[in-house]
């Protein structure tokens, strides 16, 4: 379909987990109305409840405790080195060309293994592995296999076939080489980073990226049989607009990623340094932004792509579509995930971990995390053990996020509660949302609607109990 049909077009055509295909207009006017700002949900209660009178001895205890359950673990690695900064970036990260400089880091990271595994029984399977930053790429060959096998020394890595292995490549730095080392490693999934194709937005935002590089990585993973490929995407960076965007998608969709995360560039300066390079001026207005998500909607919609959430999109035989189906998607700190019910360790500067009814949280800054672990102890600065309010919260609001829709009865039945009597306040804060057409009700059964879904953020804050105590703090916007 060309891009002027796509645009011209008044539905959109949405898939709804576990109900059948809708089409709905497109209202922009709501959209607007909407758009506040509101938590991603990666996590419940959200980081701005995290505090730190949470002590390494609080993780420790609730890592001993998680052996009980047995529950597979989930490993996330974060390696804050850059070669050059991007100027949209909010990440933790260190720039610096000298690879030299992640050796001490990476035995640091190996002593606060050794501290955690200790409390762990490490015949617990590793089922999902995750290098984020920063640049995992930044690290050389060699120093790659020595990650690798200082996590397999610690907790014992995974061979099995249903492992989910996944680093974010810079497609700038990696090479084919590269990716023939990650596979030897075991590394099964990879995600390349492009935001855009447009050699305008590329310079303005300090990330010259020739789509060459980016097709050439992936022809030769997807001959090396990487079982899943992950393209990340944004909108709203300075000079796009929906005809370059399209454009952009185009190109994309011919190079065929089995999921595609389009994510919505959030302006913080104040927050974000590398962030002032960039002229606000040149940022696209609200109007054109919602041009632009409206037609990647429907031409990814178009090309085939189920839309999970939010921003990702995949196809439907992937893993994260297949899981969204049978209810067994999660939603962490990467993102959505096809591997729920895994206690999820975090390991480096930044990094956060969820195990059993706590989250605990590294310090982002280098030196604080270094003198830590050279004291011998975890680096944990701050956290936070979940009340059973929090937990039966979290549920809802990760179901919610996962499945677009909410099946009360099977919740009353989850945690021993009458639930629309538990959540009659948060129900009727949503009364609202379903006389616009966000959501519908049937008995037991909420869903959110094709617009509710571009939405879902908005109808999770409904079930949040510590949004009350969090004004003031500046989450991005909806949309």
Known sequence: MPVHALAASSTMTSTMAGAAPEQKKWDEALLRRYDTSGPRYTSYPTALSFHDQFTPSDLTQALERSNASQRPLSLYVHIPFCRKICFYCACNKIATKNTALAEPYLSRLDREMVLTARHLDTTRPVKQL???????????????????????????????????????????????????????????????????????????????????????????????????????????????????????????IELNPARLSVFNYAHMPERFAPQRRINVDDLPGSEEKLAILRTTIEMLTAAGYVHIGMDHFARPDDSLAIAQRDGSLQRNFQGYSSHAQCDLIGLGVSAISRIDDVYAQNPSDLASYEAALDQGQLATVRGVRLSDDDLIRRDVIERLMCDMGIDLAAVSQRWNIDAPRYFAPALERLQSAEQDGLLTRSGDQLSATSMGRLLVRHLAMAFDTHLSGQIGQRYSKIV
């Open 130 to 252: 995750h290098w984020g930053g920063g640049t995992p790429t930044f690290l050389n060959l060699n120093q790659m296999g020595d990650l690798i096998d200082r996590l397999d020394a610690r907790f014992g890595l995974s061979s099995a076939s249903d492992r989910d292995y996944a680093i974010e490549i810079d497609p700038r730095e990696a090479d084919v080489f590269t990716l023939r080392h990650l596979q030897s490693l075991g590394f099964n999934r990879i995600s390349l980073g492009v935001q855009d194709l447009s050699p305008l937005v590329q310079k303005a935002i300090n990330r010259i990226q020739p789509r060459v590089l980016t097709e050439t990585l992936m022809d030769e993973a997807h001959r090396l049989g990487f079982r899943s490929l992950n393209l990340d995407l944004i909108y709203g960076l300075p000079f796009q607009t929906e005809k370059s965007f399209a454009d952009t998608l185009r190109q994309v």
